[in-house]
């Protein structure tokens, strides 16, 4: 087996090690409060060499994805089954809830979800099938008439982490967070 480094694909025994050392360092550095990612330093802290940080890591958005991989499965489980509810505007609403605690409890998970391009296959794998659940769910909910036909997937993911980026900048209360989920549902109705 040969290794991959952090694009994939089965690693040796010693770089799965080393990879699982650097993310330890990297939530323990998130953890303490410092979500600067820096490799050098998660590297020191991970005991092993700062090429090998950059081998599985090559940026730090690199590192952040790997760290959301976790956070990014369970949306998409959570996707999926908003899209298989009987109502569709609870299951839309199911998953902006959803979607919106996830990137509140993890801003970095919001710049993932956002990025243009992916560092690692496996989140664009995981892009897509997000947005193919919410796709669906869309669909369905156009076919109720309560979202507007323009609003697509990709969209969405982009305005809840503006709602994100709002309940940070001000209270973040669970009273906030629900005004502004009703506001975002409001704004995706069709035009009258």
Do not use: W
């Not at 290794?3 to 050392?21: E, F, H, I, P, Y």
């Not at 609403?93 to 992916?118: H, I, K, M, N, P």
């Not at 990709?154 to 629900?178: I, K, N, S």
């Amino acid at each position: 087996m040969t290794s991959k480094g952090g694009q994939g694909g089965v690693l040796r025994a010693d770089a799965a090690r080393n990879r699982a050392l650097l993310l330890r360092a990297a939530r323990d550095q998130l953890a303490a409060g410092d979500d600067s990612l820096q490799l050098n330093a998660i590297a020191r802290l991970a005991g092993v060499g700062v090429g090998t940080a950059y081998r599985h890591f090559p940026t730090p958005h690199a590192l952040r994805e790997a760290l959301s991989a976790d956070r990014f499965r369970e949306l998409v489980a959570e996707a999926e089954a908003a899209a298989g509810e009987e109502d569709p505007v609870a299951g839309l609403r199911r998953v902006l809830r959803f979607v919106l605690a996830s990137t509140l409890a993890d801003g970095g998970f919001a710049a993932v979800l956002v990025a243009a391009e992916d560092a690692e296959a496996a989140t664009s794998a995981l892009k897509k099938d997000l947005d193919l659940a919410v796709a669906h769910l869309l669909d369905r909910a156009r076919a109720a008439g309560a979202v507007r036909r323009d609003v697509e997937a990709g969209d969405l993911r982009r305005l809840l982490c503006g709602v994100e980026h709002a309940l940070r900048a001000g209270e973040a209360g669970p009273a906030r967070t629900e005004l502004y989920l009703a506001v975002l549902v409001e704004g995706l109705r069709p035009p009258r």
